[in-house]
Each structure stands twice: as structure tokens, then as C-alpha cells.
């Protein structure tokens, strides 16, 4: 079974930033849609950024302005640059691997946690 790794997260102050990372060992990640989601305490899991393979980006609420997605092909990771963290930013962040319409597939990593507070 596949399974995405993530990396990065932490305990910060408001106001400071972060790099996530997600790894994807065994998919061929070129042609796959890489997402961050998050999943805070009592609140449905949320899509936050993607990227496509063409490096095509979409971001969600919060996250536009703050937050910045990329993808390094080469070594096969997606990265979530966040900026400007909340306390609302708390959350667990997901990284996941969505496939094309040829090549349904999707996968999850096991998560990160983001925690701001002063």
C-alpha cells in the first residue's frame, strides 16, 4: 500500500512560518495532483492548496496570500510554504497524491501537526 509521508510541522508563535514536505515514494509522481488538506479539532477536513502536474495552483480560503504550494519533480515531493501562521492554522495537514482521470488512484499520507500559539 502506498503511503504518503509528510514532514514539517510544529509548534510555532503567531505571525511565524513553515515548510511542509510530503514525500511520495513508489507512485510515479509526475502525473499525479498533489493537494494539502487540514484537519482541526471538531471541524471537517479542508482542501488547502494543489498543484497540478503542470504546476497549475489552487488555494482555498485562509490560504490564499499566506499560503504557497510547489512541487519538485525531480525528487518526487510537494511542499506547503505557510506564512503568517494563526492560531486557526492549527490544524493536522495531509498531503495526498490524486491521480488522472486515466489513472484514478489517490493516496494519503498519515499527516503532520500544526500547532500556533503563543
Known amino acids: 500500500q502506498v503511503q504518503l509521508v509528510e514532514s514539517g510541522g510544529g509548534l510555532v508563535q503567531p505571525g511565524e512560518s513553515l515548510r511542509l514536505s510530503c514525500t511520495t515514494p513508489?507512485?510515479?509522481?509526475?502525473?499525479?495532483?498533489m493537494e494539502w488538506y487540514r484537519r482541526a479539532p471538531g471541524r471537517q477536513r479542508e482542501l488547502v492548496a494543489q498543484i497540478t502536474p503542470s504546476h497549475q495552483t489552487n488555494y482555498t480560503g485562509s490560504a490564499k496570500g499566506r499560503f504557497t504550494i510547489s512541487r519538485d519533480n525531480a525528487k518526487s515531493t510537494s511542499y506547503l510554504h505557510m506564512t503568517d501562521l494563526k492560531p486557526e492554522d492549527t490544524a493536522t495537514y495531509l498531503c495526498?497524491?490524486?491521480?488522472?482521470?486515466?489513472?484514478?488512484?489517490?493516496?494519503w499520507g498519515q499527516g503532520t501537526q500544526v500547532t500556533v500559539s503563543s
Open positions: 513508489r507512485i510515479n509522481f509526475n502525473i499525479y495532483t
Open positions: 495526498a497524491a490524486n491521480g488522472p482521470d486515466w489513472h484514478p488512484e489517490r493516496y
